[in-house]
């Protein structure tokens, strides 16, 4: 099991150590820049759900082991027989300003579908996208089923639809989309993100990068001072 301390970021640097890769490599295999890699394993930057799925298929490895300390686990035989319950506030968190997201059977490997529940934050795709630049897309279908307050959905192909307790949507998660708050108190859905080839090597990211940008520390207010005085200190000896 995954220590409640321990980061994605972590789990990242753990399989990359594991299969004795660099940066530079690992970069190579996603497409991702070095410098942004190095981020991500430190924390310093969020990991989203699109970066996820990149690491994912560039490493070869199920995203769970991306999300949770799963080394060891053994992928289910032909015909299943697995199971794994999760009680109110299980699951593991990833947490960004746009979202709350709770993964939820992130221990198991090599599933079919992700499942998780979703707290919805952002209010306007101006907000959304200053946190993860566009809308999101990654491969497959998703299903989300609003269970709090309402949710506007916002696609780049349809227009947006507000969606109420008891609403659901099923779409191509190719197309770019985003969930929005669209009441006040909490908006929540449930949502399954499944990929068309059934193979989960390539399920989840925008969101983890979020997570760790949103948790690191701001620079003090006194070193943003000291930075913006200096020029004037040395135009004031000339």
Known sequence: ???PTTSPGDHIRSVRKRLGLTLAQVGERTGLAVSTLSKLE???VSLSYDKLMLLSKGLGVDMAELLHDTQGARPAASGGGRRV???AGDGQVVDTQSYKQTYLASELLNKRFTPLIAEVRARTLEEFKAEFGDLIR??????????DGEVAFHSELYAPVILKVGD???FDSEMGHAYLKAAEGTCRLV?????RNGHNDQMTQHFVEASQRL???APP?????????RPKAKATRR
């Open 138 to 147: 990654h491969p497959g279908e998703e299903f989300a089923y609003v269970i």
């Open 215 to 217: 948790a690191a520390p």
């Open 191 to 195: 949502a399954t993100c499944a990929p």
């Open 42 to 44: 430190k924390g310093n």
């Open 1 to 3: 099991m995954a220590s």
């Open 85 to 87: 319950v999760h009680r």
């Open 168 to 170: 659901s949507i099923f």
């Open 221 to 229: 207010a006194a070193a943003k001072a000291a930075r913006t005085a």
